[in-house]
């Protein structure tokens, strides 16, 4: 009889280790395996840590965004996991329902997401700034500050002038808490990969360095959108340069009003003191009017030879140009494009 009492009294003990197990069991599901992360409309959103921030700058941003349901079992998680030591800046995907679990495996990887940035049609050094410093945790100031630095352009290469050569047009992948620095040299590598030996040698060839085929490429590219064309204006200029004549192209003229609107060239405007203004410096610009496309450069590069030092907007507004010999030729078309303009009242 009294060991049939050891024996309850045992299985008593027993089912209640049981239970508080499982209870406990139930409390470290819900503190690690339930869904605590909720976003709004449901749909995935981006968290953003930046650089320098401690456990408790990530914990301020959760909070704010009213990301975290239950903070106690959030933070007991995260006490668990150790991500006070493992925090790191970046882009994160969170999305909704999230557990505890997931979301602190996430961090604590510094397993973010890139940041896709595409460059184009960028003419100063100002606008560059805010693009990428719109994409970037690298702000603003950092970048202009190193676009302005002559002692850190210098020993990438270029000048005050000729910076804006570096960034080539394309869609490039950063992570998003790149540095001002880490961008540069991200950019020198793509620079330093489209000048192969190839281009080099074209350049070579043509006894222009590489930021002038950027710089004269940036000017063909401001007078036409016809990709076909480019070649032979290339050899335009080219023709010019070689027979020192001035360039005498409108874009630049536009670049050194900082009108980048102008759709007519006046004679007012060609007085204008710039060192960008080819209609009174002989040679090129001592730098790119904005960031050309690879095509352009491409199209200078393998410029067509001919013999023709004079181009004009045909008076169809068709974006293609007539091509001439003598600036007797080139007069009359360029009358024919004005009557054109003047009958379109487009006169700035």
Same mark, same amino acid.
């Given at each position: ?6 024996? %309850? ?5 027993? *089912?209640?280790? /049981?239970?508080?197990?499982?209870? @406990? ?45 239950? &903070? ?11 991500? =006070?030591?493992?925090?790191?800046? #970046? &882009?994160? @995907? ?7 679990? =997931? ?30 410093? #719109? ?24 000048? !005050? ?5 570096? /960034? ?5 992948? /950063? ?12 950019? *020198?590598? !793509?620079?330093? @990969? ?17 930021? !002038? ?29 070689? %027979? ?13 009003? #900082? ?20 209609? @009174? ?5 001592? #730098? ?26 045909? !008076?169809? /507004? ?31």
């Amino acid at each position: 009889m009294g060991s049939h009492r050891l024996i %309850k009294r045992i299985l008593y003990v027993i *089912l209640v280790i /049981f239970i508080i197990a499982g209870i @406990k069991g139930i409390d470290i599901y819900r503190k690690v395996k339930m869904a605590n992360v909720f976003t709004n409309n449901k749909k995935s959103r981006y968290l953003y840590i930046p650089t320098g921030s401690t456990y408790d700058t990530v914990l301020n941003i959760l909070y704010s965004n009213n990301l975290i349901k239950n &903070k106690a079992t959030f933070e007991w998680a995260a006490e668990r996991m150790n991500y =006070k030591k493992h925090v790191y800046p #970046g &882009k994160y @995907k969170i999305r909704n329902r999230m557990t505890n679990q =997931k979301l602190i495996i996430m961090l604590r990887s510094g397993e973010q997401e890139k940041v896709r940035l595409t460059i184009n049609n960028i003419r100063t050094k100002e606008q560059l700034a805010r693009l990428v410093s #719109g994409k970037l945790e690298a702000g603003y100031s950092a970048i202009m500050g190193l676009l302005n630095n002559k002692e850190y352009i210098n020993g990438l290469g270029f000048n !005050e002038y000729s910076i804006i050569g570096l /960034f080539l047009p394309d869609t490039y992948e /950063f992570y998003w808490n790149t540095s001002a620095e880490q961008f540069f040299s991200r950019m *020198l590598d !793509e620079y330093n @990969k489209f000048w192969n030996r190839n281009r080099r040698a074209k350049a070579g060839k043509m006894n222009l360095t590489q930021n !002038e085929v950027i710089t004269l490429a940036s000017i063909v590219e401001e007078e036409s959108l016809k990709e076909e064309e480019k070649p032979t204006i290339a050899g335009v200029y080219i023709n010019r340069l070689k %027979k020192g004549i001035k360039l005498q192209a409108d874009p630049t003229v536009r670049f050194a009003h #900082g009108d980048f609107a102008m759709r007519r060239i006046l004679t007012r405007h060609l007085s204008i003191e710039s060192p960008y203004n080819t209609y @009174k410096y002989y040679g090129l610009p001592p #730098g790119p009017i904005k960031i050309p496309s690879k095509s352009s450069i491409n199209a200078v590069l393998n410029y067509k030879k001919h013999d023709y030092l004079y181009f004009c907007a045909r !008076e169809d /507004f068709s974006g293609y140009h007539y091509f001439t010999r003598t600036l007797q030729q080139h007069n009359k078309y360029r009358r024919l494009y004005q009557r054109a303009l003047n009958k379109r009242r487009i006169m700035n």
